[in-house]
């Protein structure tokens, strides 16, 4: 059995249709798959008409704050119609369109001939967010737009957004019947690692397991962060994070084992 517990569709800020998602998981060998797209569900319910071959994990990726820090949380086995998750996922998304907006406003402040038209154009009916901006940046020649100069966090063209604690967001996740996996803490990409004691207290609000094995995080991390998990209880998870074109990242190039599947099942069931 080969699992992939976090994969994007077009739904948030990935390339492919989740109606397409079940057969490429099944080419690349996968047995079982998540899609966890950005505060949404609505690529759920076509994903899930699609997954002949492959058995579909509900999920959503929560963007949520972790003291000064942007974090995201995997739901995974989580119930899309559970009214209190849907409503804050639904706030998040509004206000991150606001957002994208108002940064290409600020863009264009700054030079950047880049347009709304564009921008909405790059999210092809997905809800708008900083990668769509990101993007625009990147096609009038501004490769590196997530920095101090562009739209990074604290970047000339930021623009602070509703956020959502990460124990609230744990808590949302258990209340709605599933099981909260915090993803990718330790990438080379994140302005500051989550630390082994902000762990630690996800871990006593209830958070079920952390994601270690990630293409952005290298072998000494992923090491450090089983041995974390170890100490606190946590699952260890693995996961490609597929977003199609948008990352040089095949889908199953970092996996989960069948028995952390197994015991993230009965977390989200208890």
Do not use: N, Y
Not at 110 to 136: D, K, N, W
Not at 154 to 176: M, N, Q, S, Y
Not at 232 to 255: N, Q, Y
Request: proline share 6%; aromatic share 2%; hydrophobic share 45%.
């Amino acid at each position: 059995m080969t699992i992939d517990l976090h994969a994007h569709s077009t739904a948030s800020d990935g390339t492919t249709p989740p109606a397409h998602l079940p057969r490429l998981a099944a080419e690349a060998g996968l047995s079982v798959f998540a899609l966890t797209d950005h505060d949404t569900f609505a690529g759920l319910a076509e994903a899930s008409r699609a997954a002949a071959d492959v058995e579909l994990v509900p999920g959503v990726e929560i963007s949520c704050r972790l003291d000064d820090a942007e974090v995201h949380l995997l739901g995974l086995f989580v119930d899309p119609g559970h009214a209190p998750l849907a409503a804050e996922l639904e706030l998040i998304r509004t206000d991150r369109a606001r957002r994208a907006e108002r940064m290409v406003e600020r863009c264009r402040e700054l030079g950047a001939p880049i347009t709304q038209a564009q921008v909405r154009a790059i999210a092809g009916g997905a809800p708008l967010g900083r990668p769509h901006v990101a993007a625009a940046l990147a096609a009038v020649g501004i490769a590196d737009a997530f920095t101090a100069d562009w739209i990074a966090d604290g970047g000339r063209a930021d623009v602070p957004k509703h956020v959502l604690a990460t124990a609230d967001a744990v808590a949302l996740v258990r209340a709605a019947g599933g099981a909260a996996v915090l993803a990718h803490p330790r990438s080379v990409k994140r302005r500051a690692e989550v630390t082994d004691a902000q762990l630690a207290g996800l871990a006593s609000a209830g958070l079920a397991g952390v994601e270690a094995d990630h293409p952005e995080q290298p072998p000494e991390v992923r090491e450090r962060l089983r041995a974390v998990a170890a100490e606190l209880g946590l699952l260890v998870t693995g996961a490609s994070d597929f977003h199609g074109d948008r990352k040089p990242v095949r889908l199953g190039e970092c996996t989960t084992s069948p028995d952390v599947l197994a015991g993230l099942r009965e977390a989200a069931r208890g």
